[in-house]
């Protein structure tokens, strides 16, 4: 009866410490289909409030998936679909060095050269991308910040869309850009 009882007391708190980890959580709907994303507010929390200023504001509908590079990552949420880059906010600081890995199906802050420079662009890796993480060649490396919970299927379609070249508004040419436009419709707090 004794052991009954402490696999009782176990069993209840994994529950309750599976509970208190779990952090928000953004459904997108694109032309290919769902995915949901769980944010690790803990470990990343302004990368995590900047990405769901964004989500509130609605800013990533009608954005689209400009650069997708299959065996590497998919990067959306900040072009429309006819390559104008949209206006965003302050970057947000590099939280890179938070522990988590740039591992396949993490969603993880775009950013330029300039560690502190993310914005509203994120990329999904396709593949564990141990080059990315924290502390890269660079020396930084790019702020994880949560990973797909469901809907891998439609990461798996978006990555195997073939791309080309195409011609950005002020920006000359774009590589790697889905021949088929791949639009997020929606992205969405669950409650």
Same mark, same amino acid.
């Given at each position: 009866?004794?052991?009954?009882?402490?696999?009782?007391?176990?069993?209840? /708190?994994?529950?309750?410490? +599976?509970?208190?980890?779990?952090?928000?959580?953004?459904?997108?709907?694109?032309?290919?289909?769902?995915?949901?994303?769980?944010?690790?507010?803990?470990?990343?929390?302004?990368?995590?409030?900047?990405?769901?200023?964004?989500?509130?504001?609605?800013?990533?509908?009608?954005?689209?998936?400009?650069?997708?590079?299959?065996?590497?990552?998919? +990067?959306?949420?900040?072009?429309?679909?006819?390559?104008? +880059?949209? =206006?965003?906010?302050?970057?947000?600081?590099?939280?890179?060095?938070?522990?988590?890995?740039?591992?396949?199906?993490?969603?993880?802050?775009?950013?330029?050269?300039?560690?502190?420079?993310?914005?509203?662009?994120?990329?999904?890796?396709?593949?564990?991308? +141990?080059?990315?993480?924290? =502390?890269?060649?660079?020396?930084?490396?790019?702020?994880?910040?949560?990973?797909?919970?469901?809907?891998?299927?439609?990461?798996?379609?978006?990555?195997?869309?073939?791309?080309?070249?195409? %011609?950005?508004?002020?920006?000359?040419?774009?590589?790697?850009?889905?021949?088929?436009?791949?639009?997020?419709? %929606?992205? /969405?707090?669950?409650?």
């Amino acid at each position: 009866m004794r052991k009954f009882f402490a696999s009782l007391i176990l069993i209840a /708190t994994c529950l309750s410490s +599976q509970a208190a980890f779990a952090g928000p959580k953004v459904e997108f709907k694109t032309t290919l289909g769902n995915f949901v994303v769980e944010l690790d507010a803990d470990k990343a929390p302004k990368t995590t409030a900047n990405f769901l200023n964004y989500v509130k504001s609605g800013f990533y509908n009608g954005t689209i998936f400009h650069r997708v590079i299959d065996g590497f990552m998919i +990067q959306g949420g900040g072009f429309t679909s006819e390559l104008v +880059q949209k =206006p965003t906010d302050a970057p947000v600081v590099s939280e890179a060095n938070n522990g988590l890995k740039n591992n396949n199906y993490t969603i993880a802050m775009a950013r330029t050269s300039d560690p502190d420079s993310a914005t509203a662009q994120f990329f999904i890796n396709v593949k564990d991308n +141990q080059g990315l993480d924290f =502390p890269n060649a660079m020396g930084n490396g790019y702020t994880v910040f949560g990973k797909v919970i469901s809907g891998t299927q439609t990461i798996d379609a978006i990555r195997k869309v073939p791309t080309m070249v195409a %011609s950005a508004p002020r920006m000359g040419r774009m590589a790697d850009v889905p021949a088929k436009t791949v639009t997020i419709e %929606s992205a /969405t707090i669950l409650k």
